[in-house]
């Protein structure tokens, strides 16, 4: 069974630095997806990012980016140039599929507070 | 990008009484509908995987006869939870599969707003 581990329940961060989460998983499968989703407090999930367990490159999405690790199997997210929006929960998650769909699992989430 | 939308955002009830919550896919058609569960301060955990036209695929622990799971058309899929006490209590969230690539591994899945349930 996949699990998916953050090491970090709270974090926080002056407005404007940059800030690192972990995000470590344990599977046995080959190709996967991996995520992480942002939980503002309205509660609406929200993609920040996505990386595909084939691409050796580190996906970045604007001021997010990740640290694929496959051999070490973690997967931190950095945000830089922290601002008062990003506060917010941020969950890790784990993707595989069959022919007949998608298999998330989720992390238990970091929460993550913007200071100004 | 696309918009899941669930109905009602809250909802607070007796106990013993049914509850039902929708989940609509509002600009595209979602083949595979997910119900999920997220306790105060928890993670998300998947209840069920609901396909359209044919019976949900359940968790192991959850109670099917409990959270009646209904994907009767392409873009809604519904949750009752049935005779709800107040342990039901919690956040309930779908999310929904575009269906873009024909692909399990490339389609994206969104997530609704949720449903706080209390139950009284």
């Known amino acids: 069974a996949q699990t998916v581990t953050q090491s970090q329940p709270e974090m926080s961060v002056q407005e404007a630095e940059t800030v690192t989460l972990s995000c470590t998983y344990d599977?046995?499968?080959?190709?996967?997806?991996l995520f992480w989703y942002k939980q503002p407090p309205s509660r609406q999930m929200i993609l920040v990012i996505r990386?595909?367990?084939?691409?050796?490159q580190n996906a970045t999405e604007n001021r997010f980016s990740v640290n694929f690790q496959k051999a070490a199997k973690s997967f931190s997210l950095k945000i830089s140039d922290s601002q008062l929006g990003d506060t917010a929960m941020y969950f890790c998650?784990?993707?595989?599929?069959?022919?007949?769909?998608?298999?998330?699992?989720f992390g238990p989430g970091t929460r993550l507070s913007v200071l100004p | 990008g696309a918009v899941v939308s669930q109905h009602p955002s809250r909802v607070i009830c007796k106990s013993g009484t049914s509850v039902k919550i929708e989940c609509r896919s509002l600009?595209?058609?979602?083949?595979?509908m997910f119900w999920y569960r997220q306790f105060p301060k928890k993670s998300l955990m998947l209840m069920a995987t609901?396909?359209?036209?044919?019976?949900?695929?359940?968790e192991q622990g959850v109670e099917k006869d409990k959270f009646l799971i209904n994907h009767a058309s392409l873009t809604l899929s519904t949750l009752t939870v049935t005779s709800a006490h107040p342990e039901d209590s919690s956040f309930y969230i779908c999310?929904?599969?575009?269906?873009?690539?024909?692909?399990?591994?490339?389609?994206?899945?969104?997530f609704g707003p949720g449903t706080r349930l209390t139950v009284l």
């Open positions: 999310s929904a599969r575009e269906r873009t690539s024909g692909r399990p591994s490339t389609d994206t899945q969104y």
């Open positions: 599977t046995s499968e080959s190709n996967y997806y």
């Open positions: 990386q595909e367990a084939y691409k050796q």
């Open positions: 998650a784990f993707m595989t599929w069959d022919n007949y769909g998608q298999n998330f699992v």
């Open positions: 600009d595209f058609q979602a083949t595979t």
């Open positions: 609901s396909n359209e036209g044919s019976k949900a695929t359940y």
